[in-house]
């Protein structure tokens, strides 16, 4: 599933949204209750759980009313699937005795699990918003997960499934990093920090929470059951360039010199003064050295997660011209079970070749057609996206027997 910032900000627009809040202040736009619906489901969160390899104790976490639940109260240690590591991984059973009593289930990391996690994660990447990431927060009426706190990049929130209200607070921490200078904060220093009530906001399926970095806030199941994918969109920093200077300074000799011998005299301090001025001169003039500024320019445009682009039969040039690597998403697939069935041409009409009755075809039908015999597996976004003057072209090899749902 393909989104843009602009579906996922809609009725707003993104140059609104820039002017007016962008890293200035919380947004809350509701939305209808399906605009969500491709992103995640009951349905969905059950198929993830069950690839239970992926899951340990640090991307799966079960926290019941403010505090984590101990991994060893809902994993079992077990053998990693690469190596003789041992693991802790989450038991179903223990699991589902946990969430009985009502403890918040929050699934780490899951972006490129599915097309529509995935979706947003693009959406903010291609908006050059930085490295979207997405955690699940799967939570029960009237238990919190976790108490007043902010996060160290900016968070949106969608509403997939449930009511949850949001208790927003005036007060922000000034653009916080994940260091521990920030991490060692104490709860009493947040309780303190948060200031005074904002604004409640109830999010309700289909809609979206913006909170700029820093934003202090905390969350509480209003419905019997509450889903929401909480995107954090981390920006490239500052401190970045640092990085990229760091490497550039390597090749200027000035850099590689020791600094002046200390001996506590006036004159040794003031020429180690000297120095650092002199050093601190040049990397201001590095940062506007060409090379520096093209290389900080990439990275800031390229700040963003691989994510999906695999298309095995393509690389090996076994598909079709003009097919692409993850169509598709979750349309649903259909496999060619009728080897050597073509479209062929009968005096000026078209029929498919293999099929158990003559079917007629249009002209782009039969273009269609061919296209989707010779991939071997296909599904109704590709071929409409590859054929949309022909949407029939799917029913009639269903028709005709030569596809089957896979």
Known sequence: MSMTLAELLAPMSPEQFFAEYHDKQPLHLKGAAGKFASVLSWRGINRLLDM?????????????????????????????????????????????????????????DVDSLTPGLAGVSEALENAGLGKAQANVYISWQSHKAFPAHYDTHDVWAVQVEGEKSWNIWEGRAE??????????????????????????????????????????????AEAPASVHVAYGAHAPLGMDLMTILGE???YDAAFRQPLPRQDGTAAAKFALTQRAGQLGARLAELCKDPKVLEVLTGFVASYRYGRGGNDLLGWRGMAPEGAEAGDGGDSPSFRVVAAGAKPVRRGADWVLKGAGSPVALTPPEAEAAAWALA???????????????????LAKLREAGLVVAA
Request: charge should be positive.
């Open 52 to 108: 239970t390899h992926i899951w340990t104790s640090r991307s799966l976490m079960l926290v019941l009313d403010g505090k984590p639940v101990p991994a060893a109260e809902y994993c079992e240690a077990q053998t990693a699937r690469d190596a003789n590591e041992r693991l802790m991984q989450p038991v179903v059973g223990k699991v589902r005795d946990w969430v009985r009593r009502g403890a918040s289930v929050v699934m780490n």
């Open 175 to 220: 653009w916080p990093i994940s260091h521990p200078v920030f991490r060692s904060q104490t709860q009493e220093h947040h309780e303190q920090a948060k200031g005074r009530l904002r604004a409640k906001v109830t999010l309700k399926t289909g809609d979206l929470l913006y909170l700029p970095r820093g934003w202090y806030h905390d969350a509480l």
């Open 375 to 393: 991939r071997g597996e296909v599904t109704e976004a590709e071929l409409a996206k590859a054929h949309p003057a022909a949407p029939a072209t």
């Open 248 to 250: 550039r300074v390597l």
